[in-house]
């Protein structure tokens, strides 16, 4: 495969763009290790996306992330996880997952079950969409962006149980759980390459 100049010009651009969000001081916050947080308010539900530097290679990365039944060690809220059913294309791969998760929530613990639809692009990105479950919406991405030696994890979370709660009580769980989970995420990831 051949890539002309200008192919790398477009990706060098794209990825200035992304990355001029970040202030100079939380790149170097990334690169510290710190998980960045940003929220947008959702009518029915909690919105929040984490980034997380990872001084490892999208391709290290890719296959860690893509074996799903590792994201219980993870996500410790998740007891289980298991690919249902696999189809490739020439250019992406799609699965189903069942995942089961527990989260205490005001001195109750509540079993979550959700099947959920993912599309995966080589190296780049994983889009987890809810088909069924005990939420009423789920939504999940997770990209993948070179970041000065290694790779910067996004990972952006929406959702809405199927119990009436206030979204900001839903975002805040969530707010209070993600940065905890990404860097648990971290560590496992950087354990198999013995990185720090």
């Not at 249902?84 to 699965?95: A, D």
């Not at 990105?125 to 993948?144: K, V, Y």
């Amino acid at each position: 495969m051949v890539i002309s100049k200008a192919e790398v010009s477009q990706e060098a651009k794209a990825a200035n763009n992304f990355l001029a969000q970040f202030s100079p001081g939380d790149q170097i916050a990334l690169l510290r290790g710190d998980v960045l947080l940003t929220s947008q308010p959702k009518q029915d539900g909690g919105s929040v996306t984490a980034h997380m530097y990872v001084p490892l290679a999208r391709p290290q990365i890719w296959p860690q992330v893509t074996n799903y039944s590792c994201w219980t060690q993870y996500f410790p809220n998740i007891v289980h996880s298991e690919v249902l059913e696999t189809i490739k294309t020439s250019t992406q791969r799609y699965r189903r997952l069942y995942q089961v998760g527990r989260k205490g929530f005001m001195m109750l613990t509540a079993r979550v079950e959700i099947y959920l639809k993912v599309a995966e692009t080589l190296c780049e990105s994983i889009q987890f969409r809810l088909e069924q479950g005990t939420f009423s919406h789920f939504a999940a991405d997770l990209h993948l962006q070179d970041f000065n030696q290694g790779t910067l994890l996004t990972y952006s979370v929406q959702a809405a149980p199927t119990i009436p709660v206030p979204a900001f009580l839903i975002e805040q769980a969530i707010r209070i759980d993600l940065p905890g989970n990404m860097k648990q995420m971290r560590r496992v990831l950087c354990d198999r390459y013995s990185v720090a």
